[in-house]
């Protein structure tokens, strides 16, 4: 096997639930390391002392499985593998290739005495039939592109390379490991990204998904890549679009349409969705929510790297890193202004500012008008790529990004 570059917080997740009964499903868009995740964990149980014949490892998509096309016959197949003493793990790469798979699995969860591991690359995984089958005898760990601290340890850099350098490569080509091999060939890189790019749009969305229309989907996709954490409805998008006439003359787009397209976008991994949060009235408002791109690489693809639009692509970085540390993440409304981030855990609550500067007085009131509104004691943090003396304002924490990204401060 070859040497496997280590992702530590999900294998550690992945060994927390070693022998719990409920089938582990590892989420995420395509070539952001679910694979090598399975091999690293292949790797962890091979090294703990278990034997190769109770350690089924099989990757789906290879040809040499091509007669396993239905649940059957994958059941058949690795049934008649499994050791009839003591436990055997099960690690299934790429899932979806089998249909109705998930009958095989719960099978194998009744009949055998195995530990089951299965990856898929989109929603369509956790689909209802499903979800049903396998109604809470499941854990789903959700990946995502590299971390900026993993970034920096998948890449080897030239000693002269300060840390804000490394970290404008981080914002332009993004974080999906498959990258590595072109060690910042600009040229390479963007061909990398339209080959998973197409991949994801192409088979797992248009395939999965009767009538869509492609060029409606490019279309949105462009929007929303434009216009990350910017405020928007399915019908002011719907209107854009109408307006924009690019697409069949007199074709008004219904926000109900547009609405559909973004669901695919998000079963696929491609986009998540915020919703905001009155944190007066302490309620989720049903609507105007923002979009943040699972990879940055994938945007600067589409629309090149504009560096004027960095407090969004900021942004961006931050709520990713929110989702990675395990928050649930909404905009906040206080009153008429906005907060970019509540983050929510069971013990532990966060708002968050994200800016490029602090350094003009109007910036200054601009971001802590809205963190003053909040009368509770939660944390109040401002981001910002400002390496300032300055470290708090009436309490609330200003720290420098990068510093926050790495777990170098106390937030």
């Not at 009744?110 to 990856?119: E, G, H, P, R």
């Not at 229309?213 to 928007?232: R, V, Y």
């Not at 919703?275 to 699972?294: A, C, E, F, N």
Request: glycine share 6%; charged share 25%.
């Amino acid at each position: 096997m070859a040497e496997l570059i280590n992702r530590p917080e999900y294998l550690k997740q992945l060994i927390q639930n070693r022998d719990v009964d409920l089938v582990k499903i590892v989420t995420g868009i395509r070539r952001c390391g679910k694979s090598t995740l399975l091999d690293l964990f292949h790797q962890y149980l091979s090294d703990e002392g278990v034997a190769d014949d109770h350690i089924i490892h099989m990757n789906l998509e290879s040809l040499r499985y091509r007669d396993l096309s239905d649940y059957l016959s994958f059941y058949d197949y690795v049934s008649g593998r499994i050791p009839k003493e003591g436990k055997t793990y099960l690690i299934f790469d790429e899932l979806q290739a089998i249909e109705h798979w998930e009958k095989a699995v719960e099978s194998f969860r009744l009949d055998f005495d195995v530990d089951i591991y299965i990856t898929g690359s989109n929603a369509y995984l956790l689909s209802t039939e499903f979800s049903t089958l396998l109604s809470g005898r499941y854990v789903e760990i959700r990946m995502l592109p590299l971390s900026f601290k993993e970034f920096l340890s998948f890449y080897e850099f030239a000693s002269a390379v300060t840390m804000e350098e490394k970290f404008q490569r981080y914002l332009q080509f993004g974080g999906l490991p498959i990258l590595r091999e072109y060690q910042f060939n600009e040229e390479g890189i963007s061909q990398a990204l339209e080959g998973i790019y197409s991949t994801v749009v192409l088979r797992d969305i248009l395939q999965r998904n009767d009538g869509a229309d492609q060029n409606m989907l490019q279309k949105i996709m462009l929007f929303l890549c434009s216009n990350i954490g910017s405020i928007t409805s399915p019908n002011s998008i719907g209107h854009v679009l109408s307006n924009e006439g690019e697409l069949q003359k007199g074709k008004n787009v219904a926000g109900k349409t547009v609405d559909k397209y973004i669901a695919m976008l998000q079963k696929a991994f491609v986009f998540y969705t915020v919703g905001r949060y009155d944190v007066k009235g302490k309620q989720l408002l049903k609507t105007l929510g923002k979009h943040y791109i699972v990879d940055l690489g994938f945007r600067n693809m589409l629309l090149g790297y504009r560096d004027a639009d960095r407090g969004h692509i900021l942004e961006n970085i931050v709520f990713l890193e929110l989702i990675r540390r395990d928050y649930r993440v909404y905009i906040g409304k206080v009153r008429e202004t906005e907060v970019d981030f509540v983050a929510e855990k069971p013990s532990d609550k966060l708002y968050i500012q994200v800016t490029e500067s602090m350094q003009t007085p109007e910036t200054r009131e601009r971001e802590l008008k809205s963190l003053r509104m909040i009368s509770d004691n939660y944390e109040k943090i401002i981001l910002s790529m400002d390496r300032s003396y300055i470290r708090s304002y009436d309490g609330i924490k200003s720290i420098y990004l990068i510093d926050w990204l790495l777990g170098n401060s106390s937030a």
